[in-house]
Nanobody, 119 residues
């Protein structure tokens, strides 16, 4: 069984920043990519960003490029999403996911953390 635990969501004004963390544990394949998806009210879940097991490859949705940065810590079991210049349209529940690269679809999911961008 794989557990993914997100933290770091919250509320921020437009132009602000937040940092999300995803810690993986359990029977976690150490070749898995880690990434983030998000789901806004009334919309489908969409891909945000992903990072390969080695950290050498990353991928971002066009809507977040140059604003969001994904990284992986030294033990590779934790992924960090740095979100800058946040916009109201970034408001959503953010879900951590794990799967083989390129992580187009998650095999394991976290519970989700709310991000709200509002003035």
């Amino acid at each position: 069984q794989v557990q993914l635990a997100e933290s770091g969501g919250g509320s921020v004004q437009p132009g602000g920043s937040l940092r999300l963390s995803c810690a993986a544990s359990g029977r976690f394949s150490h070749t898995y990519a880690l990434g983030w998806f998000r789901q806004a009210p009334g919309k489908e879940r969409e891909f945000v960003a992903a990072i390969s097991w080695s950290g050498g490859n990353t991928n971002y949705a066009d809507s977040v490029k140059a604003r969001f940065t994904i990284s992986r810590d030294r033990d590779r079991n934790t992924a960090i999403l740095e979100m800058n210049n946040l916009k109201p349209e970034d408001t959503a529940v953010y879900y951590c996911a794990a799967a083989p690269w390129p992580l187009k679809r998650g095999e394991h999911w976290g519970q989700g953390t709310q991000v709200t961008v509002s003035s």
